[in-house]
Each structure stands twice: as C-alpha cells, then as structure tokens.
C-alpha cells in the first residue's frame, strides 16, 4: 500500500478533516477503495489445450513405380542350385531289405578327377573280390580293377580303392560299376551302379551317398531254396531308373543261362517302389545248384545298372 498513489491521497485526506484522531473505520475503509484501484497484477501466459483428437501423423511419401521389363533391363542370374550334401534314399512303400552293396563315395550329383575315390560296403564275396568298372558315355571301358573287402573271409566289410582314368576330352557322363561274387560257386552275386561326372580339368565335387533300402530285392524264392519242376515263380520288389522291364533269368552251376523272362514293375513311374511277379521256364538235364538273377538293363551305354540274385537248388 505504501507504493499506491491512491492510497496515500485517501489517508492524506483524513488526516486533514479529522487530524491524527481519524476513526478506525473509516481507515479501514480508505485502505479497502486503495487496494481496489490497485493495478491487476500481469496474467501469466498459459498454453492452449491441445485436442484430444489432434495426433501427430507422418506424411507418406509415395513410392515410385517400378518401370517396365524391357530388352534393356539388365537380367537376373542366379546360382545352379547344387546337389544336397546329405541326399536321402527313396522311401519304399513295401518292405525291402538293407542293400547288400552300398556306394558311399562318389554320391549322386558327382563330379570328379583322376583318380576317382571310391569308398562303400558289402559282401560276402568270393575270396573278399570287389571288381570295379569306369563305363564311358561310348561303352568304354576307362578303368577296371579288383580290391578286397577289407573283412575277415565269409563277412561284409568296407570298400576303399581309388580309380585311375583318362580321355581325350574335357568332361564326360560315365558309370561306375562295383560288383561281388558268390562265395559258394565265384559267380556275379551283385551290382551295382553310379553315374558319376568325370574330368580331365577343373576342380572336383563330390557329394556323399547313404546306404537305403535295397533296390531290387528277391522275396521268392529265397536263398538256399528247392525249385521243383521246369519252372519257377520269381516275386520281389524295388524301384527303376529307367522304364524298365526287369529281367530274370536262371542260371545253371556253371552261370549259364538256361531259363529267362521278363517283367514290369507294378508301377510305370520311374523312382517309385514297385513289386513284380513272374513264371520262369527253365530246361535243365539234371538235379544241380543254381541261381535265379533279376537285373535292370542300362540304355545308354547298354550294360547293367542293379543286379541282384539268390543261390537255389535246381530240381527239374
């Protein structure tokens, strides 16, 4: 109060008129009209409220179209898909048995330099025996040479041996055939086969190979049986890389042919697991031990590509 004009003029006044004896209610009064003249203190700036609706948005910026393909545009490669490093067996759809003679090494999808490793498994072969055969893309042969098993006599064992080759190209299709011998007469027992890429340059690739189910298995009749009669009935199962037939034939203690036939799978899809049935006419002199063989023939080069048999006891 003692810094308001007004306020001082109000008491200066009643000082006046009445001396320093003013009564106490009229001072009160002169100092209630000073302080309602008294300046309104500055309002203190607060901010708007902001809309409850009101949210901060980010602008889209709009994305430009692609321009059409044309022979200018540059094209996409991409890398040929490569062989899995663990590639599977088929599945079959009926049961067949573990295969008697398994390649590891080179798996499917190969491609390898001189000398080929070949690692696997099978047997029993006669005096542990394993033959082995590069085939050429023209029926050559480019390598053959026999191994051991490495086992003790009469036993399945290991196959390890390398495969020297050469030609005159670059690169060709060939396949490898490992077979085994019977160890009761010598006879071809089994084979079985892999298409492998060779080369003469370049670097090699190779994948592995896991052993499966057997991929043409005998079920009938079975090893050590007695066949009566000129003829046999010859059922099993398995799958073709090509359309096929399969060929049967039985053989005499020597390994010649006395009786042949051929049959279809039960399925027209190659790869698929399939059973097959078959009557054998076979013309035989005398009582003697034999074998009754279902092999799949190769087309092109023409050979071989799965050979499976069983030893039986001839009775005609």
């Not at 086992?151 to 690169?171: M, N, S």
């Not at 009566?228 to 049967?248: E, I, S």
């Amino acid at each position: 109060m003692s810094g308001n004009p007004s306020a001082k003029l109000a008491l200066l006044e009643l000082g006046r008129l009445f001396g320093r004896q003013a009564p106490p209610r009229l001072v009160l009064l002169a100092a209630l009209l000073a302080a309602c003249s008294a300046p309104a203190p500055p309002a203190t700036p607060t901010a708007a409220p902001v809309p409850a609706t009101a949210v901060l948005t980010e602008t889209p910026v709009p994305t430009p179209t692609a321009p059409p393909y044309t022979d200018a545009t540059p094209p996409i490669v991409l890398d040929v898909p490569l062989p899995s490093l663990t590639p599977l067996p088929p599945t079959p759809s009926i049961g067949l048995p573990a295969e008697r003679l398994t390649i590891f090494d080179p798996g499917p999808g190969s491609q390898a330099v001189s000398p080929l490793l070949v690692t696997g498994f099978g047997g029993p072969s006669w005096q542990g025996r394993v033959r082995l055969r590069l085939i050429g893309e023209q029926g050559d042969v480019l390598a053959d040479r026999t191994t051991f098993l490495q086992a003790l006599p009469d036993l399945a064992g290991r196959i390890y041996t390398e495969l020297e080759f050469q030609f005159p190209w670059v690169a060709q299709t060939a396949r490898l055939e490992v077979r085994t011998f019977s160890p009761r007469n010598g006879q071809m027992d089994h084979l079985t086969s892999r298409t492998v890429v060779l080369l003469t340059r370049g670097t090699a690739l190779l994948y592995p190979g896991l052993g499966g189910a057997e991929k043409i298995a005998v079920f009938s009749p079975r090893s050590g049986a007695r066949v009566r009669g000129n003829q046999v009935l010859v059922r099993g199962g398995g799958w073709l890389d090509t359309p096929g037939p399969l060929v049967v034939e039985v053989l005499d203690r020597n390994g010649q042919v006395v009786g042949t036939a051929t049959t279809p799978l039960s399925t027209s899809r190659t790869g698929e697991v399939g059973s097959f049935e078959v009557q054998v006419p076979f013309d035989l002199p005398v009582s003697q031990y034999g074998r009754i063989a279902v092999y799949e023939p190769a087309i092109s080069p023409a050979g071989v590509l799965h050979y499976s048999s069983v030893d039986v006891y001839l009775q005609p």
